[in-house]
């Protein structure tokens, strides 16, 4: 699809995207923060650096094997489909939620 038409790269998916609207509102740079799981690629790449553009704090779990989830969204005036494909998104470790610097996020506030 990337290389038939213009596309544009936005960190989403459910929680993200509730997680961006939490920081859209709270309009104080990184005060919100996300954990997911990634691949090492340039779609890693890309949501994290779309991730903190829009002021949230990503601390990826970076899955070496699997590649990251990408979701094609067509739209065509009022009417969008999409097709996920989840990968990486289904191998978060909960050993990268025990790192005592993820598990600190947030006591800040």
């Given at each position: 699809m990337a290389s038939k038409y213009t596309v544009e790269y936005i960190a989403r998916g459910a929680t993200q995207n509730s997680i961006r609207v939490a920081q859209w509102l709270l309009q104080i740079p990184g005060a919100t923060s996300y954990i997911g799981c990634v691949g090492k690629d340039k779609y890693g790449e890309e949501m994290a650096k779309n991730s903190r553009?829009?002021?949230?704090?990503?601390?990826?779990?970076?899955?070496?094997?699997?590649?990251?989830?990408?979701?094609?969204?067509?739209?065509?005036?009022?009417?969008?489909?999409?097709?996920?494909?989840?990968?990486?998104?289904?191998?978060?470790?909960?050993?990268?939620?025990?790192?005592?610097e993820n598990w600190a996020l947030g006591t800040d506030f």
């Open positions: 553009k829009d002021g949230v704090n990503v601390y990826y779990y970076e899955d070496e094997t699997t590649p990251t989830g990408t979701c094609a969204v067509c739209v065509v005036g009022s009417e969008r489909s999409l097709i996920a494909n989840l990968s990486a998104g289904n191998c978060y470790k909960s050993e990268h939620l025990k790192r005592p």
